[in-house]
């Protein structure tokens, strides 16, 4: 839940005033009865006074929300109602964003029904009710407004396979189907989006897959539908071929024109991802970023704003980025576009891929746009001249990414987030991310593990952190390891950390798999900084440019390009130095590990042959590790 006035969330804090506000929500311009709040707020076993309670907490709400919401919460008989205009709620604009596209996939018009529906799913930010303490009728809500979202996923899936997206739309359903393995519909379009990839095999695996769960959970066979399906992919079938393209309109005014039928389609764009519930510190990175992307254009320069926020992998500079651009949304009145500029594999996407897609989200016609990188750019650049747009470019790989996806004008602003340093944009300002302090990072730890937990374990907490080399990813992983074994201590953590040859593993039992996140930093570097990278990973000491130099066999002045050359692409980092001393440089601590793996190994064994060691090396003794050799 999130109100939003003067770019500050104005939701209450409190749980039970929180539930009183949603159930307000929910029937908003109704009356509620204050019976029917008692009985969600107290679930059947209210106190003596629980009416006078529920008034408290409206005269609360009132007074937190005096001069802005609280007008609109209205005193009724036996209750109360609150009052929304209908391009204030998002369930709301959620409900008519599904209908539109429902609408245009029945006129089939795919394109349209498809763009319509990625709206839809952008105004979600996770589970419904994630963050409230929910009665039972709030919890009654939550599952068919879970299946809301499930119909408008598989409505815009089925919109992007009739338009010939079968190539993109693979990675998403294996997910779902992997998440809702009973679900005959998600199953269907994965085996249809296999089979257009050319993946025969793997569209008859999710058929024997969705069986397997339907008669082990269900005792029943899938439907006539599936099987008639698996049946056309067994004889290739020219039925489950592409069909022609629809027609497009002949030129963007008739787009327009089209659109215009549904005018509350001209509300912003938003496309940010969903900002995360247990964001610590970070105050004064997120300062200077808003100051900056927020801060007023200059009269008669006609560049927007640009903001880079730069670190190595893991550093938190994606969640940094999407903080802050949530901060900054309502000085952006024609919203906000967000762009990942690297594959799920790790290799940089085309600049022009980025422009026809960026082009495509803002509604104009994919078939009318030009094919060169300087006509898209040239066409991007005129379409937001005279907006008022925030672009977050996440994972930029270099300048030559980032240059021809800058937006026109002076009122848009650019947050950009990238592993290496971006010569040559104009007007940027750089934010970077240093490890977390101690402290904060003890916050993080503290949120996904237990604060009773840490707190017990405190020492153990900061070994924890520390082994981590304080770097957001690592000490997430820790959380998230602690919380899936209830049955470690913290210290018992630590112990299992503290050999080098076990710690990334140890770090990927959680959602992150730390070990292969850390090993795409090395992977991006160029050979020569990457052979460089390994043999400074060797030792976990600071070291100097003398040093390097006698290491890598370079001459000094070499040697500092070198050492120059990996600060840029944040594998390495400056270490403390006493006053007068000659400067010395690290390798952050994951990178190390990561490095020094790779650099024993080729390619990605290492990173398997840690992966099934590591179990037998901890169960017998965490400091009884094996020597892990180039060999094996």
């Not at 802050?324 to 000085?331: G, M, T, V």
């Not at 990188?373 to 937001?384: K, M, N, P, Q």
């Amino acid at each position: 839940m999130e109100i939003t006035g003067s770019s500050v969330d104005r939701a209450p804090s409190a749980p039970m005033a929180r539930r009183l506000l949603a159930s307000l929500l929910l029937h908003a311009n109704e009356q509620v009865r204050i019976s029917t709040l008692v009985d969600e707020l107290w679930d059947g076993e209210p106190p003596r006074l629980a009416r006078k309670t529920v008034q408290t907490y409206v005269y609360q709400l009132r007074k937190e929300f005096a001069g802005g919401f609280g007008e609109r919460l209205l005193t009724c008989p036996n209750g109360y109602r609150i009052r929304l205009d209908r391009d204030e709620y998002d369930l709301w604009q959620f409900e008519r964003y599904l209908a539109v596209g429902r609408a245009a996939l029945d006129e089939d018009d795919p394109e349209e029904a498809a763009r319509v529906l990625r709206e839809a799913l952008a105004l979600w930010r996770g589970d419904a009710f994630a963050d409230i303490d929910t009665g039972p009728a709030l919890a009654a809500r939550i599952a068919p407004l879970a299946e809301s979202w499930l119909t408008t996923v598989r409505l815009r899936a089925e919109a992007d396979l009739r338009l010939g997206r079968h190539h993109q739309l693979l990675g998403e359903l294996r997910q779902l189907t992997a998440e809702h393995p009973l679900n005959e519909d998600f199953a269907a379009q994965f085996m249809l989006a296999a089979y257009r990839s050319g993946q025969r095999g793997a569209a008859l695996q999710a058929f024997a897959q969705l069986r397997r769960h339907l008669v082990g959970e269900l005792g029943i066979e899938p439907s006539h539908r599936l099987q008639r399906l698996q049946s056309d992919v067994l004889n290739e079938s020219p039925v489950l071929d592409l069909g022609p393209a629809p027609a497009a309109p002949t030129d963007l005014g008739a787009r327009a024109a089209k659109t215009a039928k549904h005018r509350f389609l001209k509300r912003p764009i938003a496309q940010l991802p969903s900002d995360i519930r247990d964001f610590v510190g970070r105050q004064a990175e997120l300062s200077v970023i808003v100051r900056h992307a927020g801060a007023q254009s200059t009269p008669h320069l006609a560049a927007p704003q640009v903001v880079t926020v730069l670190g190595g992998v893991g550093a938190g500079k994606s969640t940094v980025a999407v903080r802050a651009a949530h901060l900054l949304r309502s000085r952006f009145a024609d919203g906000q576009l967000y762009v990942c500029l690297h594959d799920e594999d790790g290799a940089p996407i085309d600049p022009r891929a980025v422009l026809r897609a960026l082009l495509r989200d803002i509604g104009l016609p994919v078939s009318e746009l030009p094919e060169r990188i300087d006509e898209l750019a040239r066409v991007f650049r005129s379409w937001t001249a005279d907006k008022q747009l925030l672009l977050v470019l996440d994972d930029a790989g270099g300048p030559e990414q980032v240059l021809p996806l800058l937006p026109g004008g002076s009122q848009s602003a650019v947050l950009i987030t990238s592993r290496v340093r971006l010569p040559g944009l104009p007007g940027n300002v750089i934010v970077e991310m240093a490890p977390m302090e101690t402290g904060d990072a003890l916050s993080l730890l503290s949120s996904l593990a237990g604060a009773e937990r840490v707190e017990a374990d405190l020492d153990a907490a900061r070994r924890v952190v520390r082994l981590t080399g304080n770097r957001a990813l690592g000490v997430r992983a820790a959380g998230e390891t602690l919380l899936a074994r209830p049955m470690w201590s913290v210290t018992e953590l630590a112990d299992r950390l503290g050999p080098e040859a076990c710690r990334l593993a140890e770090l990927g039992a959680g959602s992150l798999d730390v070990a292969e996140r850390m090993a795409s930093g090395p992977l991006r570097l160029p050979e020569p900084e990457r052979r460089a990278l390994g043999r400074l990973a060797r030792d976990g000491g600071s070291f100097d440019v003398s040093w390097t130099a006698r290491v890598l066999a370079l001459d000094t002045s070499a040697a500092e390009l070198m050492i120059g050359r990996l600060l840029d692409h944040h594998v390495v980092e400056l270490a403390e130095a006493r006053p007068g001393a000659e400067q010395t440089f690290r390798v952050p601590e994951l990178v190390r590990l990561a490095a020094r793996l790779r650099a024993e190994g080729t390619g990605p064994a290492p990173l398997r042959l840690l992966t099934e060691t590591s179990t037998a090396c901890v169960l017998q003794d965490p400091c009884r590790v094996p020597k892990l050799t180039p060999a094996g």
